[in-house]
């Protein structure tokens, strides 16, 4: 074995993945095992990079299906990248959404308004959104 590769656990341990999300995420093809240590995966150290970009996807919410098509996205694929376009606008809504949420809670959190969430400034900050189109 390449002393440079990273065994399974090690991955896992490092990518605060479960080795059985490694390996399924090998299966899906979404990262490739460099060989083996014995009975054991091995995996150059470049795939830490892979699964903090697979683990940052899945937190958003996309699949894994989309992830795959993503990792072997090419310049000349109009449709992928009409869809990732599409998603990247999709996730813009979801960080407003957030955006909002997160300003109402910190606001709840020193607001001295009973009930809090009759607060007229609370109520600003969640329901402060662009108007849909």
């Known amino acids: 074995m390449n002393e440079d590769w990273l065994d399974i656990a090690e991955v896992a341990w490092r990518s605060g ?8 995420y090998e299966k899906r093809g979404l990262i490739a095992s460099a060989g083996r240590n014995g009975l054991r ?4 150290p470049d795939v830490l990079q ?10 958003a919410g996309v699949s894994v299906a989309e992830i795959g098509r993503f990792l ?7 449709d992928l990248r009409d869809h990732m376009a599409a998603r990247a606008g999709s996730l813009d ?6 955006t909002r949420l997160r300003d109402s809670l910190r606001h709840a959190a020193v607001c001295d308004h009973e009930p809090i ?3 007229p400034d609370f109520k600003q900050a969640l329901g402060n959104r662009p108007a849909r189109p």
Do not use: K, M, N, W
């Not at 699964?51 to 940052?56: A, G, P, R, S, V």
């Open 17 to 24: 993945l479960a080795p059985s999300a490694l390996r399924f």
């Open 41 to 44: 995966r091995a995996y150059h």
């Open 50 to 59: 892979r699964l903090e970009l697979i683990t940052c996807a899945r937190e």
């Open 72 to 78: 072997v996205a090419r310049p000349g694929d109009p």
């Open 93 to 98: 809504e979801q960080i407003g959404r957030l």
């Open 117 to 119: 969430v009759e607060c």
